[in-house]
DNA sequence: TCTATGCTTCGGCTATGGTCGAACTATGAA
DNA sequence: TTCATAGTTCGACCATAGCCGAAGCATAGA
């Protein structure tokens, strides 16, 4: 007699490559409708449409309607977590999708991972955090010390929010551009929307490109100089 | 241009039944031959061969020759983390194998749940350490206390070795019998194994049943009634 | 060497499920 | 009402992959 949960059934959702696609591109946090969701996976709206009432069935994501659009959303939280850990496991078995490196050097510069940043930026944060003492590796593991965390409310971000819920706060992420680590994790996801909110960058529409302005490559410089 | 860990790949590994239960039946740590996953599978050798091949190249397993068997481990407490992530995940979504929990009563008594104590005396003993102070609920999220540490080094558990790892201390874990919590993570599991070697109980061969010995039974309820 | 056991490989069968074209439903705008 | 856009459902096609029987290796023991 089997008992225990199911853990197939999910693997299962996840194992499609084009569901895979829709998951990943709802690791972000935005609702997304079915027609950019389809363009995100690569198959057209009709295959679309049944990949995303198995994954709303399955529970690992929700529908909101809005006029004529239904917005798509991961379900909660765990569901972004498990994600997570399982696109760290992946890099680590070395998965990944493409053998090289983004082509475009804005791409290499400054992207979006999922919801964090990537690119030199974002390795050059993650080295001086870790070069300030904010943050301590110990092996793999990944953890905020208490200048860290002084830090990070003082960048206007609340801990107490972030650090609630079952996704890690910080962890390392592979670039696969630069073969370093960045900074994933609900801590990597707010400095990011920080950033953004600050008006440091913002999204190019239609890309993962992340373009800085003038005013915010120099703030974000001055944060990586700022001495503790 | 995708880029990315590719999460499809391990989901797929994932996602056939057969391999899940060979997946859960490493869970419990312990490294096993074809021939005992072909049983916990529920598939022919030859079968449960080719699915050994495909986990061993996903990386999620790995395999020790030694003399004419061949023992099947997890890769590393990362994998084993990431399943553990999935069972909650999928307990929680209602994703369970069978819709009612273990007919036999000596399995709802007591029983192992992958590698920690579930049943009863698994739920007796979360409940307990949540009354004694030693473990705190927040929400979902479940931690050990500063009496709770000092307990777990007093019961011979080395706090350092077990949390060295990716895998979360302490878990909930819903139980399919009684539907309700017990601890899961690392604890629950060095909790169990340091029962197990203190002979208070030990597991029967080819059955998820742990049976208690009159001196454990005791020992266990005297644990269970010790005050702060 | 011979035999038993543990495991893998090969080949053929079959079912599952991903895919898209076409038709249908629902909401909003003119 | 009419048209356009967003999305779902249906049906048919087809590739993938799970499955097992049979045969083939490999190791241990006699």
Same mark, same amino acid.
């Given at each position: 007699?089997? $008992?225990?949960? $199911?853990?197939?059934?999910?693997?299962?959702?996840?194992? &499609?490559? *084009?569901?895979?696609?829709?998951?990943? *591109?709802?690791?972000?946090?935005?609702?997304?409708?079915?027609?950019?969701?389809?363009?995100?996976?690569?198959?057209?709206?009709?295959?679309?449409?049944?990949?995303?009432?198995?994954?709303?069935?399955?529970?690992?994501?929700?529908?909101?309607?809005?006029? /004529?659009? /239904?917005?798509?959303?991961?379900?909660?939280?765990?569901?972004?977590?498990?994600?997570?850990?399982?696109?760290?496991?992946?890099?680590?078995?070395?998965?990944?999708?493409?053998?090289?490196?983004?082509? #475009?050097?804005?791409?290499?510069?400054?992207?979006?991972?999922? &919801?964090?940043?990537?690119? #030199?930026?974002?390795?050059?944060?993650? &080295?001086?955090?870790? !070069?300030?003492?904010?943050? !301590?590796?110990?092996? #793999?593991?990944?953890?905020?010390?208490?200048?860290?965390?002084?830090?990070?409310?003082?960048?206007?971000?609340?801990?107490?929010?972030?650090?609630?819920? /079952?996704?890690?706060? @910080?962890?390392? @992420?592979? &670039?696969?551009?630069?073969?370093?680590?960045?900074?994933?994790?609900?801590?990597?996801? *707010?400095?990011? #929307? !920080?950033?953004?909110? /600050?008006?440091?960058?913002?999204?190019?529409?239609?890309?993962?490109?992340?373009?800085?302005?003038?005013?915010?490559?120099? !703030?974000?410089?001055?944060?990586?100089?700022?001495?503790?």
């Amino acid at each position: 007699m089997k $008992d225990g949960p $199911d853990i197939s059934r999910i693997g299962q959702l996840i194992g &499609d490559p *084009a569901r895979a696609n829709i998951l990943s *591109a709802l690791m972000s946090g935005k609702a997304l409708t079915a027609t950019e969701l389809a363009q995100e996976a690569g198959v057209t709206l009709q295959t679309t449409s049944g990949h995303l009432a198995k994954l709303a069935d399955g529970g690992l994501i929700r529908m909101r309607k809005q006029g /004529r659009h /239904r917005y798509y959303a991961l379900t909660d939280d765990e569901v972004a977590g498990v994600l997570e850990n399982l696109m760290h496991l992946a890099a680590m078995k070395g998965h990944l999708r493409t053998r090289t490196g983004p082509r #475009d050097p804005a791409l290499r510069h400054a992207r979006i991972c999922y &919801d964090h940043l990537a690119g #030199d930026k974002g390795i050059a944060l993650y &080295d001086a955090l870790i !070069q300030q003492g904010h943050l !301590q590796e110990t092996g #793999d593991e990944l953890s905020l010390t208490r200048s860290g965390e002084s830090f990070v409310e003082e960048f206007g971000i609340s801990l107490e929010e972030i650090q609630s819920n /079952r996704r890690p706060l @910080c962890r390392q @992420c592979l &670039d696969w551009s630069e073969r370093r680590n960045h900074l994933a994790g609900t801590l990597g996801k *707010a400095i990011l #929307d !920080q950033m953004l909110e /600050r008006n440091w960058a913002k999204r190019e529409v239609n890309s993962r490109i992340i373009q800085f302005s003038r005013e915010g490559e120099r !703030q974000f410089t001055a944060l990586l100089a700022k001495q503790n």
